[in-house]
């Protein structure tokens, strides 16, 4: 009311513009729907549908490259240049724990999910999602919108929108589901021109393609390397021993077993019915992959990391049918001496190939895109996918008909489109130049309480910095891992009092017929208080970096659980509480 006052023109203003994170939608989707489509309904009528067209003010749509694996998690992290995840997916393999390590997919919010203004965080409708998808979809777009309104501290509002996803994946029409969201921003904008006297900046962009495929067949990987003589375990400890964390039924495989294996277990994958390309890194050359196809063909991809150059070098056959490639970047003399090009050379050249970017999609999906790479990875066949026996159990695979995750251009092209400025075809790595690295994601450390364990060579993984530990990480001890914990209440603390902290074992009891009899958890733990890590330059108020005691003496390859609490004015104020696991040398590991 004062500001009102006594400055009439500093009146709450909306957010200049809202950019829509639409999981899933496929270019040629978008394409098609702005140039016109043409279907026939139940009842044999035809109808044209049309959508976010030039007469609207929108811009062609633009192609955004995924990553490999062209799946959700690993490529809104690329897109917004967060640190990598610890995982491809919600259960991943740890390097440094020797362990598969199960997160709650349904539970967990990712650092991208939480950078959003508006996302669907309660458990119970992210469930129905899988079920409901256009229900909840209408929902999320409801939801968006209402809390749009209601933003006027910000000029970008950002929003998760996941239900499109799954609505694919159920074979729900994905045509009236975007005509509808054009339908609704269309008033959208109408009401912000009336109330602002300017149009509202749009920006919808999504992280990979959908191959909508008819019929899927299960890939038979799980009795294929049994029968090869191979284990399929949660840690590895034998050279034919393997780890297959699998999540969703997409049409892409991660493995993790000893490098050694790696050379033999790339070709025996080739002979696997389903399997599209097998990639892998050398385990002698940690800048070297090997690649090959299902008819055995085969090449060396070389990644020079410190100018970002790679080379494709057939050694059998060729086989991303890249030969002409090659030979256009020759010719117009984009190869260096060694036959190395440049990540953008190798982007204009392949923008528009069946496997778009793949030197440089196969060397970052090998080795950054996420903090625990798989050893390979498979893109399958877009008529099979990989999936395991709980999920198919669940559900029936025939009412599954769209899937992601491979590595040529039906899965992996996404969307950019704006109706304020226009758009090029650009990769999930570079979509943020576009957009001035996407300013004022929402800072959730500085709203909730939370915590988790870093380390320098992690940090230095983040690719844009959002807050200041995203630059100040240089000053933190490398090797070492450290525990961050943030929160609102500890700004009003004095920065040199201690966090408190228990350590416990984390013991999983086996299930027990009788409830009753069942052993109750003990709190058997240690308490410690960390003192902060003195080395930042520019600490923000609600968040500090503690550095763990030498002498923790904890079992190695152990679960433990972390909980915190901070001495408040008068009374003790608890932070966060959160598993971890051990390494080798019983030291915690932070991802
Ligand atoms: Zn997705």
């Known amino acids: 009311m004062l500001c009102v006052l006594a400055f009439p023109m500093c009146s709450l203003a909306l957010p200049k513009r809202l950019i829509l994170g639409l999981d899933g939608i496929a270019y040629r989707d978008l394409k098609a729907l702005q140039e016109g489509v043409v279907t026939t309904n139940l009842w044999g009528k035809t109808l044209h549908r049309q959508a976010f067209t030039a007469a609207e003010g929108y811009f062609p749509v633009s192609r955004m490259i995924s990553t490999f694996p062209s799946t959700s998690d690993v490529a809104w992290t690329d897109i917004f240049g967060d640190r990598p995840l610890p995982g491809y997916q919600r259960t991943y393999f740890s390097v440094a724990a020797n362990a598969q390590i199960i997160i709650n997919g349904i539970t967990t919010t990712m650092e991208h999910e939480s950078q959003m203004s508006w996302q669907l965080e309660n458990n119970m409708l992210r469930t129905m999602g899988y079920m409901y998808p256009v229900h909840t979809y209408a929902y999320e777009i409801h939801e968006t919108i209402s809390s749009f309104w209601d933003d006027t501290n910000d000029d970008n509002f950002y929003v998760y929108i996941r239900a499109t996803d799954d609505a694919q994946h159920l074979d729900r029409n994905i045509f009236d589901m975007l005509c509808s969201l054009d339908q609704q921003l ?63 039924i997409e049409d892409w495989v991660e493995i993790h077993n000893s490098p050694a294996a790696t050379p033999v277990l790339v070709p025996l994958l080739t002979g696997l019915e389903g399997v599209d390309l097998v990639t892998g890194r050398d385990p002698n050359n940690p800048n070297r992959f090997l690649i090959m196809n299902s008819q055995g063909e085969r090449a060396d991809i070389d990644w020079n990391p410190t100018n970002d150059t790679y080379r494709y070098s057939p050694e059998q056959g060729d086989p991303l049918n890249y030969q002409p490639v090659v030979a256009s970047l020759t010719q117009k003399r984009l190869l260096d001496a060694d036959g190395f090009a440049t990540s953008d050379a190798w982007m204009a050249a392949t923008m528009t190939n069946p496997y778009p970017l793949a030197p440089e999609r196969i060397a970052h999906g090998l080795t950054r895109v996420t903090l625990n790479p798989a050893t390979i990875l498979i893109s399958l066949k877009n008529n099979y996918v990989h ?12 009412t599954f008909s769209s899937t992601h995750g491979a590595l040529d251009k039906i899965n992996s092209d996404g969307v950019i ?72 209440q500890l700004t009003q603390l004095d920065n040199n009092a201690p966090v408190n902290v228990t350590i416990e074992r984390v013991k999983h009891f086996p299930e027990s017929p009788n409830p009753r009899l069942a052993p109750k958890p003990r709190v058997l733990g240690r308490q410690l208080a960390l003192h902060q890590l003195a080395t930042l330059s520019d600490p923000p108020p609600y968040e500090r970096i503690y550095a763990l005691p030498s002498d923790l003496d904890l079992r190695p390859l152990t679960e433990y659980r972390i909980s915190g609490w901070v001495r408040g004015r008068d009374k003790s104020v608890p932070l966060f509480e959160l598993n971890f696991r051990t390494d080798s040398q019983g030291r915690p590991v932070a991802y």
């Open 186 to 248: 269309q008033e959208m904008r109408a009401r912000f021109q009336k109330q602002e006297g300017r149009d509202l900046e749009i920006l919808i962009i999504s992280d990979h393609g959908h191959n909508h495929a008819d019929a899927f067949k299960r890939v038979q990987i799980r009795p294929f390397l049994e029968k090869a003589g191979y284990r399929i375990t949660e840690s590895i400890l034998n050279s034919n021993d393997v780890v297959l964390p699998t999540t969703g």
């Open 387 to 398: 999936a395991n026996w709980l999920i198919l159990r669940g559900a029936d695979l025939s």
């Open 417 to 488: 489109l704006a109706n304020f400025k226009p758009t090029h075809d650009t990769s999930s790595a570079r979509v943020a130049d576009q957009f001035d690295n996407f300013p004022g994601l929402r800072n959730f450390r500085a709203e909730g309480d939370g915590a988790e364990f870093i380390s320098r060579e992690g940090q230095a993984l983040t690719r844009i910095p959002h807050e200041p530990l995203d630059r100040d990480y240089q000053s933190l001890p490398a090797n070492e891992v450290f525990l961050r914990v943030w929160s609102p």
